[in-house]
């Protein structure tokens, strides 16, 4: 079994900070990338950030230099550190792992910014 327990979001402020974390099971043994993806109301869901097995990023334009993903390949967590947060970030945060060629998602979380 795969799963992907999500953890971190809230309600902020815009301008604030959340850390969203997310640890995959442990009988998950190769993991190739571990990335946050972000469904807003009436929106596609779409990748924010994402690490790969070595360690090469990649972010959506719209959260370069605010937001950070980082991980813990121990205890296989990856971690989305989100700054300067806007409302327009608002939205369910899901953590997803790829395992070879195989996705798996976590529950969601949801992270709302206010004004």
């Known amino acids: 079994q795969v799963q ?51 360690g090469s990023t990649n972010y959506d334009d719209s959260v370069k230099g605010r937001f950070t993903i980082s991980r813990d390949i121990a205890k296989k967590t990856v971690f989305l550190q989100m700054n300067s947060l806007k409302p327009e970030d608002t939205a369910v945060y899901y953590c997803n792992v790829l395992v070879r060629w195989t996705d798996y998602w976590g529950q969601g979380t949801q992270v709302t910014v206010s004004s």
Not at 20 to 49: D, E, H, T
């Open 4 to 54: 992907l327990v999500e953890s971190g979001g809230g309600l902020v402020q815009a301008g604030g900070s959340l850390r969203l974390s997310c640890a995959a099971s442990r009988n998950i043994f190769s993991i190739n990338a571990m990335g946050w993806y972000r469904q807003a109301p009436g929106k596609q869901r779409k990748l924010v950030a994402r690490i790969t097995s070595g």
